[in-house]
Every structure is written in C-alpha cells, then in structure tokens.
C-alpha cells in the first residue's frame, strides 16, 4: 500500500512529542532488506498514541468486517516498558481518532510481554495490567523477551455475524520459515482461540463495535522519552 492509501488518525500526538518516519535505523524482518515505519518518543510528559488508517475507498469504513496484517515490533528502549505498537479494526468515529475504540491486536507493555488482544481505546494502547478504557480478551500462551529482537508477523480478522455478533480471530505466520515475499502460513496464536463479542455483551462486557470500520496500525506510549516500535508490510482486506 503506498502513503496515499492512508490518513493520518485525529488527535495524535505531534512530531514534536513521537518522532517517525520511513527508515533504516531498525532492521526490517526477514529477509532484513528494505525499510521500516518507525518511532521514537521525545517528549516524557506525552501519553498518547499515533497511528494511521486505511483510506480506500472501499474501506471507509468497512461495515461488514475485514482484516488487518502486518509486521509489528517492540524496538529495544530504556526501560522496555511504556510502548505498545499496535494493528487494530472496527475503530469507531468517522474520521477514526486516536480516542477511539477499537479491536487491538498488538504487543503488550511489559517485559517479557504477550502478544494481546483487547477492546478499547487505541491511545491506551495494551498495558501489563489491563487500564479501566482496555478490556483485554486473549493472550498468547508464549511469552517473549525485549532482547530477542523479534518481529512478529500478526493478523487479526473481524467477522461481522448476520446477528450483529462479532468474531475475532488472529493468526501469526513464522518469519524464519515463511520470510517477506514468499506466501505466509497463517497459524492459530496459541491460547488466542476465536472470540465472539456478541450482541449480548456477556464476553467483553460491552456491545460489539459494528458501527464503524477502520482499520490500521498505531503506536501508543505512556509518558517516557525513547520509546520506540516499528511496522512493515501492512496489508488490509474487506469483507464483501
């Protein structure tokens, strides 16, 4: 997708606070060639997040559901807590806004941290312990450390039911074996099983979000300088 394909999501923090851009300061995912979209947080009273969202035409927004993929990583940082880089779908708000709630699949705020899937509001982004605005609704079995330096390649699908229901469901394809540029091996993320958000609000404890649609990446961080978090190989589908 190129950068005329994307907006910028309202009331982001400012260049001045997370700095990013195109680059070659993090090494891409395999096979390491190319460039990356990276930040890095300057400013440590800024909480917050920034982030983009397919603008299509057919995916503004996407009423039936869709689907959201892309290379995600924690770039190694002071501390290694206080950032969460994110891929998200159904936000809600038109235009979509860093305010806004959404199904979040990205790396959780801790060390070692779980690849998480939550609901709620993008700038939150996933915390350890999840905040009152992040209802958090699988986690991975796996745990991972700041210092393996890995990318992980996720996907997360929303499916909305003729009933209204919603059903999540995420995958992860192994970069060692399928790297960027061959055809990836969508797998089941241990204890990430699918997940209904129905029209009852029994499972999440609030209605599932079939009022919106967007979809995209963002990176959230909680106040603290050199924070840092990089994508690659955003990828977005439609449900017909």
């Not at 460039?35 to 909480?47: E, K, M, P, T, W």
């Not at 880089?85 to 199904?103: G, M, Q, T």
């Not at 609704?137 to 210092?147: C, F, H, I, T, V």
């Amino acid at each position: 997708m190129a950068q005329a394909d994307w907006i910028e999501l309202a009331d982001a923090l400012s260049v001045a606070s997370l700095r990013r851009g195109v680059t070659a300061e993090v090494t891409p995912p395999p096979p390491g060639t190319g460039f990356v979209f990276a930040y890095n947080s300057i400013d440590a009273q800024a909480r917050g997040a920034h982030g983009w969202a397919v603008a299509l035409p057919d995916f503004d927004p996407m009423a039936a559901g869709g689907s959201i993929r892309g290379c995600v990583k924690r770039v190694g940082s002071p501390g290694n807590v206080g950032m969460t880089p994110l891929l998200y779908i159904s936000a809600e708000d038109s235009p979509p806004s860093v305010n806004s709630r959404a199904y979040i699949l990205g790396l959780g705020d801790s060390d070692p941290y779980e690849v998480v899937l939550a609901k709620g509001v993008i700038a939150s982004g996933l915390p350890g312990a999840a905040a009152t605005d992040v209802t958090v609704l699988r986690r991975s079995s796996a745990q991972y450390s700041m210092g393996d330096d890995r990318w992980h390649n996720m996907r997360l699908d929303a499916i909305v039911e003729p009933c209204g229901d919603v059903l999540l469901k995420v995958f992860a394809n192994d970069l060692v074996a399928h790297p960027l540029g061959t055809t990836p091996d969508w797998q089941p993320i241990v204890g990430m099983a699918d997940f209904v958000d129905g029209i009852t609000g029994i499972a999440s404890g609030s209605a599932p979000l079939i009022l919106g649609g967007w979809c995209g990446f963002a990176f959230a961080v909680a106040a603290a300088v050199n924070r840092r978090g990089a994508f690659r190989a955003l990828q977005a589908d439609r449900s017909a």
